[in-house]
């Protein structure tokens, strides 16, 4: 019996299941990770929050459904944000439950207050928040809650 050859082979033997096991150990971390490729749905929400965290107006007001689009215009919109006393700081996705056409979404909101009462000069804060998403023309629109 040749030694060499046989550590040869299982050598090649003990690398074929190394080779599975890496691919399969990769797979499952694709699979498990909590980014946004191929997810449009967290795609078009993260993009909500990093576009009212920005004050990029134009692209979260782009985001809100159609049907909110229709009753309430850009400017107003943008009023209605000026108005609050409260700016955000942050947005950090929890997790979601889903149905075909609507979908709830969690977030952990970190939030700042300027001036909330005599003496201080800001309140920091964070906050949970879920929020609603409608899928209508194919497409994942943000849903305010009523006011």
Do not use: C, H
């Given at each position: 019996m040749n030694i060499k050859r046989?550590?040869?082979?299982?050598?090649?033997?003990n690398f074929g299941r190394f080779a599975v096991l890496t691919?399969?150990?990769l797979l499952v971390s694709a699979c498990a990770g909590t980014g946004t490729k191929d997810d449009p749905l967290l795609e078009r929400?993260?993009?909500?929050?990093?576009?009212l965290l920005?004050?990029?107006?134009?692209?979260a007001y782009s985001l809100y459904s159609p049907?909110?689009?229709?009753?309430?215009?850009?400017v107003d919109f943008e009023i209605d944000l000026r108005m609050k006393r409260v700016n955000w700081?942050?947005?950090?996705?929890?997790?979601?439950e889903c149905s075909e056409q609507r979908c709830l979404m969690r977030y952990k909101?970190?939030?700042?207050?300027?001036?909330?009462?005599?003496?201080?000069?800001?309140f920091r804060n964070f906050s949970f928040v879920e929020e609603t998403w409608i899928?209508?023309?194919?497409?994942?629109?943000y849903v305010p809650p009523k006011q």
């Open positions: 046989t550590m040869t082979a299982l050598n090649a033997k691919a399969l150990m929400a993260q993009l909500r929050w990093d576009s920005s004050k990029d107006l134009d692209t049907g909110y689009r229709s009753k309430k215009s850009r700081t942050s947005a950090e996705y929890i997790d979601r909101i970190g939030f700042v207050v300027r001036q909330p009462v005599p003496g201080l000069d800001e899928k209508t023309r194919g497409e994942w629109w």
